[in-house]
């Protein structure tokens, strides 16, 4: 047993090693002079250098992206998660002619792949000057993420007791009452499931920020760190700087709501 | 029920006809249309098959499908990689909620920053090599981003790197949920570490792991952009040891203003998803059902 133990440590040791160094890289470079780079690439940092964050947080548009990319996820998150709900609570509690065809098609969509869908609707927007501007876009980020938020919340929504809307129609409540008033309210782990998924998937996406939102006010965080690298190809420590400040967020709220981000990104893979 | 009327439901889910037509819809039929014309700025005329023609006789379009199928190989050694560590993770439990929180770390990072960071780490001169060299190994000491002939390996290692802490997470979600008498009564009948996995936890982990394989099959074919954009400069590059069919469409639609060509190319990775779309929804039902049932 003894040298079975050390064998499955060691296997966990390197896979932590593996998931953690180029974080580690990233970090302690981003700490090192721009000429203490050149000879020492692998070691600690002789002495702290801040400048890079400094020239990152004041002379670069970082938080302009950052902004944009807020944005366009709240934007996408709040049409989706509307859209959605009234979508959802539709097909799980009431009867209507093609309910089933279109759980069906809503659910087959995710699995389409997004590029599929950008050549039709960069040459309408390019037609309906629609290029660059955060309705256009947002609109096509909550088209994209709304499969599965119907997806998800259509099975939660069965899952409720039928006596629940059962009581509440003979007491005369409207089914938009029932929805807000004693669904949604049930709801709140799916949603904050969603939340993540969806609000992931429209800040960590570059495909449709590049070719969506071509100006440069607009652009997004991830757009912007394609440009950003081009940049500063040669400046190493700078740009793992800019990096740091790029992942600082997500790490952020990773480390705060951990649960709800492993759930949320397990059930998303479904995409 | 005396509040709704008949119409009711369909006002329920208009809105949502109305956004996945026109952002799923509106586009799946225009890619059908477009492929068969000569589009020039927003509309042209029919021209029958010659954009399928072009494509199918151009190197550039069969090389980028070449390099789609080549990542598949990353597949076996994501489930590989993952099974292993998972099983490892579940066996010693104790901690592993701590080491569940860090493997999962390459998940949570977006692909551009972690791919402009693998790019410097993997440059010729910088420090992967500088390990590489000072263990000596020069000969492993490769032109990893630079060199045509090893710039997609460099990526596959970091799609790899990145999907392979999803399968971890996956595969020990369904390790935990399995009945731990199963587990005791394989100790106690002796059984070796090997036989264990054999015969215990791969026939239970079955179905989570067609499902890993078929999800990680569509990312391969459809869903790596972002991880050849970032690292072969935008172009697929060094030349085009990186293109895939993604960037084809995006260089065909962007940078050559070519809509037909584009759009031909997107029907035919339509057509690729929609086979995989019946192994995908046959493993899920299946996995639902499994989810329930135990």
């Given at each position: 047993m003894k040298p079975d133990q050390a064998l499955k440590h060691g296997i966990l040791l390197i896979a932590t090693f593996l998931a953690l160094v180029p974080s580690l890289f990233m970090v302690l470079t981003s700490l090192k002079g721009q000429d203490e780079y050149t000879f020492?690439?692998?070691?600690?940092?002789g002495a702290l250098v801040f400048d890079h964050y400094e020239s990152i947080l004041f002379d670069s548009p970082f938080f302009a992206w950052m902004g944009n990319s807020i944005i366009l996820a709240a934007g996408a998150v709040i049409l989706s998660t509307a859209v959605s709900c009234l979508g959802a609570y539709a097909i799980a509690r009431m009867q209507f002619r093609g309910r089933g065809l279109l759980f069906s098609v809503s659910t087959s969509l995710m699995a389409v792949p997004p590029v599929v869908m950008i050549v039709p609707l960069f040459v309408l927007y390019t037609q309906l000057e629609l290029i660059s501007t955060f309705r256009g876009t947002i609109i096509i980020y909550a088209g994209l993420i709304t499969p599965f938020s119907v997806y998800l919340l259509t099975t939660f929504f069965r899952t409720l007791p039928r006596e629940i809307f059962e009581a509440a129609h003979v007491d005369g409540a409207t089914d938009l009452f029932i929805l807000w008033r004693i669904v949604l309210p049930l709801s709140l782990a799916p949603l904050l499931t969603l939340v993540v998924v969806n609000a992931l998937y429209v800040w960590n996406d570059l495909l449709i920020a590049i070719i969506f939102l071509q100006d440069d006010s607009k652009r997004t965080l991830m757009a912007g760190i394609s440009v950003f690298q081009g940049r500063y190809e040669n400046q190493i420590p700078l740009t793992m700087a800019g990096m740091v400040i790029a992942s600082a967020p997500m790490i952020i709220l990773y480390i705060v709501f951990q649960k709800y981000f492993i759930r949320g990104l397990m059930a998303g893979a479904v995409k | 029920m005396p509040h709704s009327s008949r119409l009711t439901p369909y006002l329920y889910v208009l809105p949502l006809v109305a956004l996945l037509a026109f952002v799923f819809g509106y586009p799946l039929v225009r890619i059908f249309e477009f492929s068969f014309k000569l589009v020039r700025g927003i509309d042209g005329p029919w021209i029958g098959i010659r954009n399928y023609q072009l494509i199918l006789g151009q190197g550039l379009f069969w090389e980028s499908v070449r390099h789609n199928l080549f990542l598949l190989l990353a597949v076996p050694i994501m489930v590989a990689w993952s099974l292993l560590v998972s099983i490892m993770l579940y066996e010693r439990v104790k901690g592993w909620k701590l080491y569940r929180v860090v493997l999962f770390v390459p998940y949570i990072l977006a692909i551009p920053i972690i791919a402009v960071v693998m790019k410097k780490m993997f440059q010729f001169s910088g420090p992967v090599n500088e390990v590489l060299r000072w263990l000596g190994l020069d000969f492993l000491a490769l032109d990893w981003i630079g060199s045509s002939d090893v710039a997609l390996w460099t990526v596959m290692l970091l799609i790899i790197w990145r999907e392979s802490a999803l399968g971890i997470i996956l595969f020990l979600a369904r390790l935990l949920s399995l009945d731990e008498s199963l587990i005791e009564a394989a100790h106690l009948d002796g059984a070796s570490w090997w036989q264990r996995v054999r015969f215990v936890f791969l026939p239970q982990m079955k179905l989570v792991i067609e499902f890993y394989v078929v999800v990680s099959i569509i990312t391969m074919l459809s869903s790596v952009f972002a991880y050849i954009y970032m690292m072969g400069g935008g172009r697929g590059g060094p030349g085009t040891s990186t293109m895939v069919l993604e960037l084809y469409i995006f260089s065909a639609l962007i940078k050559t203003s070519l809509p037909g060509i584009a759009s031909a190319v997107s029907v035919l990775l339509f057509l690729v998803s929609l086979l995989l779309i019946v192994p995908l929804f046959a493993v899920r039902r299946r996995a639902n059902e499994e989810a329930v049932g135990t």
């Open positions: 020492n690439k692998t070691g600690l940092p | -």
